[in-house]
């Protein structure tokens, strides 16, 4: 079956460290591969996806690359502010049921001044 | 804006009571989904519909029940909260084809004492 495992936390960086999150999956067929961010006290929000190989997601200077030979999907940014301490998920969706996410267990961030 | 809504942020129900959870998305989506959270454990998946009237287990779906009588509505109903119910409740909604994701609501953090 489908699985994501992403690093375990908590993460701690101060403001302007590079950040690296590791996922890497399981999946059959051709997933497509998600990260969603939840700051303190909402719901998930879509932050990047991609859903070819060699795809990379961005935004808000978040990046993430599809690599199909490694089956991973790490999330990086160059330059981590306070206001991105939340929660960071990784998900799939793949096979028969196309339209059901898997998620990783979420990875905290703690970004300090 | 897009949104799918939770009725409640918060609630606080007594065990033994019979506990309704509303959700509601306003894209004409196809397909929606319970979640809970809990620390340590990610999100686990309750049950998810993929049309009116239509329903599916997830991961956990003993002591719960859900209705889709319209496809802007899912309700999880808790036949008879107890005390390991206490947990963030995520609703989310995604279209019917693969690949795009979901999109959460706010979530509802219930307690049963």
């Known amino acids: 079956g489908n699985s994501v495992t992403q690093m375990e936390g908590p993460v701690t960086l101060s403001e302007e460290a590079f950040l690296t999150i590791n996922c890497t999956y399981t999946?059959?067929?051709?997933?497509?591969l998600f990260w969603y961010v939840q700051y303190p006290g909402e719901g998930l929000q879509l932050l990047l996806k991609a859903t070819k190989a060699d795809d990379k997601g961005s935004n808000k200077g978040f990046e993430a690359t599809y690599r199909k030979e490694t089956t991973s999907f790490h999330l990086e940014k160059g330059s981590v502010q306070v206001s991105d301490s939340a929660v960071y998920f990784c998900a799939l969706s793949s096979g028969g049921s196309n339209y059901k996410l898997t998620f990783g267990k979420g990875t905290l961030l703690t970004v300090n001044p | 804006d897009v949104k799918v809504t939770q009725s409640s942020r918060y609630l606080v129900k007594r065990t033994g009571e019979k506990v309704f959870l509303e959700c509601v998305q306003d894209m004409d989506h196809e397909n929606m989904f319970w979640y809970r959270q809990d620390p340590g454990l990610g999100l686990r998946l309750i049950y998810f519909?993929?049309?009116?009237?239509?329903?599916e287990k997830g991961d956990i779906p003993e002591g719960y029940s859900v209705s889709r009588e319209k496809k802007e509505r899912f309700s999880l109903i808790l036949e008879s909260a107890s005390t390991n119910q206490t947990s963030m409740y995520l609703c989310?909604?995604?279209?019917?084809?693969?690949?795009?994701?979901?999109?959460f609501g706010s979530g509802t953090r219930l307690t049963v004492v």
């Open positions: 519909s993929y049309d009116v009237k239509m329903k």
């Open positions: 999946a059959t067929g051709y997933p497509s």
């Open positions: 989310a909604s995604s279209p019917g084809t693969g690949g795009l994701g979901y999109t």
